[in-house]
Nanobody
Framework: QVQLVESGGDSVQAGGSLTLSCAAS????????AGWFRQAPGNQRVGVAA????????YYADSVKGRFTISKDNAKNILYLQMNTLTPEDTAMYYC?????????????????WGQGTQVTVSS
């Protein structure tokens, strides 16, 4: 049984940093594409960052380029999202997801496995 469990969400001030983690069981990250997505109240879920099975290639939404970094430790089977220079616009529920072959790495619909989410709130 596949399980993805996010952690690390918190309330922070604008300009602050957070690191989200997503631990996987029943699914080896080394064989899967993985990504982070977010959904703010009243909005659709959107892609934030994604990486390839090896972790060597990374992709980012324009809104987070230069501020967020996705990485993973395939040995520990954990996916990370380092978030710097946070703004109130980054406030959302953050989800991790994984799939063997998503068509578009930043499109939520293309991912099969999902975590339950972790809340990030950024105050001004």
């Amino acid at each position: 049984q596949v399980q993805l469990v996010e952690s690390g969400g918190d309330s922070v001030q604008a300009g602050g940093s957070l690191t989200l983690s997503c631990a996987a069981s029943g699914l080896p990250y080394g064989d899967y594409y993985a990504g982070w997505f977010r959904q703010a109240p009243g909005n659709q879920r959107v892609g934030v960052a994604a990486t390839t099975p090896s972790g060597k290639m990374t992709y980012y939404a324009d809104s987070v380029k230069g501020r967020f970094t996705i990485s993973k430790d395939n040995a520990k089977n954990i996916l990370y999202l380092q978030m710097n220079t946070l703004t109130p616009e980054d406030t959302a529920m953050y989800y991790c997801a994984a799939d063997r072959s998503p068509g578009n790495l930043l499109i939520p619909h293309d991912y099969r496995y999902w975590g339950q989410g972790t809340q990030v709130t950024v105050s001004s």
